[in-house]
């Protein structure tokens, strides 16, 4: 069992950053992908970003260019640097773990809220 636990999200204006980081806890292997998922209120959760415990990165082209993964192993823990956000950005913001590569994760965390005023 993997336990993950979000920080860092919160009340930004647009066009501003935010930094969100999940550590994990727990029964990890040492091959595994964190990532982020965000859910707007009445949308379907949707994928941010993957990364790899050799630091592969996986982003849809959606996310692209304002969104920034990155990992510290020693820590358990992963990274979303976030820039330019737009009020469409606000969502709950979810992370998740899975043993091996991939993008369907076996825990999550309890999600971390991102607003983005206009």
């Known amino acids: 069992q993997v336990q993950l636990v979000e920080s860092g999200g919160g009340l930004v204006q647009a066009g501003g950053s935010l930094r969100l980081s999940c550590a994990a806890s727990g029964s990890i292997f040492s091959s595994n992908t964190m990532g982020w998922y965000r859910q707007a209120p009445g949308k379907q959760r949707e994928l941010v970003a993957t990364i790899g415990s050799a630091g592969r990165t996986n982003y849809p082209d959606s996310m692209k260019g304002r969104f920034t993964i990155s990992r510290d192993n020693a820590k358990n823990t992963v990274y979303l640097e976030m820039n330019g956000l737009k009020p469409e950005d606000t969502a709950v913001y979810y992370c998740?773990?899975?043993?091996?590569?991939?993008?369907?994760?076996?825990?999550w965390g309890q999600g971390t809220q991102v607003t983005v005023s206009s």
């Open positions: 998740g773990y899975r043993a091996g590569w991939g993008s369907t994760f076996s825990s």
